[in-house]
């Protein structure tokens, strides 16, 4: 089975710090993507990537940045941490060619 | 680019009655579609796809959806559903392969005893 794993389930991180938000996929898959899960609004795209030191914006990526260093990970960077960004991120993968996506936990940050 | 429409928010239903959940795409040539389910404090777990050939497709749980191309639909559907099945559910669409999923933005079913 696919695993993808993000690092925290849970984060509180006060306004203004730089928030790190991990996720480590083990199945070799060339593509991974950051979503934000918000009450009402669903899931919206924030960054993906199709390969290592490779990026694109989705359709939010205003206050966020991304680090892919390797294969297996891929990193969602907030900057200067605002309160709203309070919210459910989502961490996916998927192989190539594919649009089949596989999630993992979920990391519910709230910012302060 | 893509869309999704999810018609209801939320949906209450008795548990063992039939329930549908609904789903509109915006239209594209060709496309894959997707349902997810969402339990409390979860991921996303797929419950099926569709991605071409028979229009009708089966997935987890006894859940089943009709692609329904000249209505550009998606209808999730149970014939029975259980207290179990309360979560949230949403569709997803792509219109080519290796491209991100475009999510609509949930319905919350809820099962009442």
């Known amino acids: 089975d696919v695993k993808v794993t993000q690092s925290s389930r849970y984060l509180v991180k006060r306004t203004g710090e730089k928030v790190f938000l991990e996720c480590v996929q083990d199945?070799?898959?060339?593509?991974m993507f950051w979503y934000r899960q918000d009450p009402g609004l669903g899931l919206r795209l924030i960054y993906f990537s199709y390969d290592v030191k490779m990026k694109e914006k989705g359709d939010i990526p205003e206050g966020y940045s991304v680090s892919r260093e390797k294969k297996e990970r891929f990193s969602l960077i907030l900057e200067s941490a605002s309160t709203n960004q309070t919210s459910m991120y989502l961490c996916?993968?998927?192989?190539?060619?594919?649009?089949?996506?596989?999630f993992g936990q979920g990391t519910r940050l709230t910012v302060v | 680019a893509q869309s999704v429409t999810q018609l209801d928010s939320q949906v209450p239903v008795f548990e063992e009655a039939p329930v549908e959940l609904r789903c509109n795409y915006s239209?594209?040539?060709?496309?894959?579609l997707f349902w997810y389910v969402q339990y409390p404090n979860q991921g996303l777990q797929l419950l099926l796809k569709?991605?071409?050939?028979?229009?009708l497709v089966k997935g987890i749980n006894g859940f089943e959806a009709e692609f329904n191309k000249s209505q550009t639909s998606f209808h999730l559907r149970k014939p029975s559903v259980h207290i179990s099945d309360t979560a949230e559910y949403f569709c997803?669409?792509?219109?080519?392969?290796?491209?991100?999923?475009?999510f609509g933005k949930g319905t919350r079913l809820s099962v009442i005893a």
């Open positions: 569709y991605l071409s050939g028979s229009t």
């Open positions: 996916a993968s998927s192989a190539p060619r594919s649009t089949e996506a596989f």
């Open positions: 239209s594209s040539v060709s496309v894959y």
């Open positions: 997803a669409v792509s219109d080519k392969r290796n491209t991100p999923l475009v």
């Open positions: 199945m070799d898959h060339e593509n």
